[in-house]
C-alpha cells in the first residue's frame, strides 16, 4: 500500500548529472516536487560495476554499516535511523569524500526524510540482514544487524579506511547520547532548509518561526 510520503505522481522528473573525483559521470532523475530519485538501468548499472572496484556507497551500505559500528547497540526508531543516516550523508560522507547515492531527502512533519530509507529498511529485513522489536514506527522500536546482517556490514567495512571506519564509530557515540529530539533540534538548527514542513519545528526549538 503507497504511504501519504510517496503519494506525488512524480509527473515531472528532472535530470541530475553527477561527476566523481576520478571522472566518472552518471545521472539519474529526480522529482522537484517529493525528491524521490530514480536511476536510469543503465545508469543504475554502471554505478553497480563501478562499485566492485571503487568506492561508492549505496543506503542499504550506509545503513549496514551504521549498526555495524554501533557494537550491537540497536538503533531506537525509524525517525531516529532517518536522522542518522541524514547526518551520516551531509556530514560525514562529505567531510570524508565518501561518493554514495543520493537517497532524496525532503522536508517532512518531522525534518528530512528519504523514502528511500524506509524501503531500504523493508529490504534488508526481508533479506534477513535486519530486524527490528517493538512497535514498528514508534521510538520503542529498536533495529539490529542480524548475523548474516553482521557479515554483510563487515565486509562493507573495508570499504573505509581503519581511521574513517573509527570516526564513523565516534558519530555513532556522539549521536546515540541524543534523544530523538535532541537530534532534531541539532538538525533544524544547521539544516533549516529541512524544517518547512515541520510539525514539531516550533516545540523542538522552542521558539517560534519568524
Not at 25 to 45: G, K, L
Not at 46 to 60: A, C
Not at 88 to 106: C, T, Y
Not at 145 to 150: D, F, K, V
Request: contains cysteine; glycine residues 6%.
Amino acid at each position: 500500500m503507497m504511504s501519504r510520503k510517496d503519494e506525488c505522481r512524480c509527473e515531472h522528473m528532472e535530470r541530475v548529472d553527477r561527476t566523481l573525483d576520478d571522472g566518472l559521470s552518471y545521472y539519474y532523475y529526480q522529482c522537484p516536487t517529493c525528491y524521490r530519485v530514480e536511476y536510469p538501468p543503465c545508469e543504475a548499472q554502471k554505478l553497480l560495476e563501478y562499485s566492485k572496484e571503487h568506492l561508492f556507497m549505496y543506503v542499504d551500505d550506509w545503513i549496514l554499516l551504521w549498526l555495524y559500528v554501533g557494537d550491537g547497540a540497536p538503533v531506537r526508531g525509524i525517525t531516529k535511523l532517518q536522522k542518522d543516516i541524514f547526518i551520516v550523508l551531509m556530514e560525514f560522507a562529505q567531510q570524508n569524500d565518501i561518493p554514495s547515492e543520493n537517497p532524496g531527502f525532503k522536508a517532512y512533519k518531522f525534518g528530512p526524510y528519504a523514502g528511500r530509507i524506509d524501503r531500504c529498511i523493508d529490504t534488508l529485513t526481508k533479506m534477513g540482514f535486519v530486524t527490528s522489536y517493538g512497535r514498528i514506527n514508534t521510538e520503542s522500536e529498536r533495529f539490529f544487524l542480524t548475523e548474516s546482517g553482521t557479515e554483510a556490514a563487515s565486509a562493507i567495512s573495508h570499504k573505509l579506511t581503519e581511521d574513517q571506519l573509527e570516526s564513523l564509530r565516534n558519530l555513532r557515540r556522539d549521536l546515540q547520547q541524543f534523544s530523538v529530539q535532541g537530534e532534531m533540534t541539532y538538525v533544524y538548527s544547521h539544516y533549516p532548509e529541512y524544517t518547512d514542513n515541520s510539525v514539531v519545528f516550533e516545540r523542538t526549538l522552542h521558539r517560534r518561526r519568524s
